[in-house]
């Protein structure tokens, strides 16, 4: 059923087109200045802003997450996707997807080794990025954990698979790497819109970026965490489901 | 209330290290490369250079050279 050798072909292309090591540097860079930039943002206000008298909060270690939750739920996701739309569409543009899929590699086995490699990439850019932050959150802030952290941690993975399939979705339907990554750049754009109404947002397969703030200060409620949990599982499911039904009719 | 920047330094350098490894390895990638988008590697070069850690990204994923046929590398 599933093509562990087109698998590890996908996985020797990340490496080989430095997609790897974009995904690495990103979400470690960003590990590493969020907890930085949360425990030195008053020294940075007072430094740009010398005349300026205002007295501010002493940081704690929850706005280490906030700005970790902010950085990876935008810029790292956004590079991240941008990267995931090329997936399909330069195939299709280069030619190299009829070689593949005559070598008895089925449609589906292709679209779904697709996503298992976007889903590892992104992955490993998570753990590293949890380790590195935790760690300085811990050296800054001398704590780390707080009630739902694993619960939000499952959220913020589940919304990167979500964002895969989506990325796949656009790489199916557009024509170009390009137009694929405009699709994906929109579709992103729509979904955070989605997050300004409080009651939406649960229902919005992308709703983990706004609620990952609300668990941190314990102000959501245990049945829109559910809520929002099955709305991105189901979401992940339907959006590929869809790129596939939509890819197996396409002429290539 | 000010920031001591020895004190920081041991924080800071991994931070370094990784913007810097993006830079040197886009860098390499592009002394090697044969074509490059706007057929300027200089372009690139200052985008890489200035642009820090977004720019080596931006280079990756754009710096690619575009076919007649309006394919990407």
């Keep these: 059923m599933f093509n562990i050798s087109f698998l590890k072909k996908e996985i020797k292309e990340y490496i080989k087109t430095y997609k790897l090591l974009i995904i690495l540097c990103l979400f470690t860079f960003f590990a590493i200045l969020s907890p930085l930039t949360a425990r030195y943002m008053n020294e940075l206000i007072s430094l740009l802003a010398e005349d300026v008298q205002i007295i501010f909060p002493e940081p704690t270690f929850m706005d280490a997450w906030v700005q970790f939750y902010k950085n990876t739920t935008t810029l790292c996701l956004v590079v991240y996707l941008i990267i995931m739309t090329g997936t399909v569409a330069q195939e299709k543009n280069k030619g190299s997807i009829m070689l593949v899929l005559t070598k008895k590699v089925s449609r589906f086995n292709f679209l779904f080794s697709k996503f298992v490699g976007g889903s590892l990439l992104l992955t490993v850019g998570l753990v590293i990025s949890l380790l590195v932050s935790g760690l300085y959150t811990q050296i800054l802030f001398e704590e780390v954990f707080y009630d739902g952290l694993l619960f939000s941690i499952l959220l913020l993975w589940l919304m990167g698979l979500f964002y895969t399939a989506f990325a796949i979705f656009a790489s199916v339907i557009a024509k170009t790497p390009t137009t694929a990554a405009l699709l994906g750049f929109a579709g992103y754009a729509i979904f955070n819109l989605l997050n300004v109404s409080s009651g939406l947002q649960k229902f919005n397969p992308a709703g983990a970026s706004s609620l990952l703030n609300a668990i941190l200060y314990n102000t959501s409620t245990t049945s829109a965490n559910i809520i929002c949990l099955i709305s991105t599982i189901i979401g992940t499911v339907l959006t590929f489901t869809l790129s596939y039904i939509i890819f197996k009719k396409q002429e290539i | ?73």
Excluded at chain 2, 10 to 25: A, K
Excluded at chain 2, 42 to 63: K, M, N
């Design chain 2, 1 to 73: 209330m000010g920031l001591d920047l020895i004190e920081l330094l041991p924080l800071l350098i991994p931070l370094l290290v990784v913007q810097l490894t993006l830079q040197i390895i886009a860098l390499i990638s592009l002394w090697k490369r044969e074509t490059v988008r706007f057929d300027n590697k200089w372009i690139w070069v200052v985008i890489i250079v200035l642009g820090t850690l977004l720019g080596s990204i931006a280079y990756f994923i754009l710096g690619g050279e575009t076919h007649e046929n309006g394919s990407e590398d």
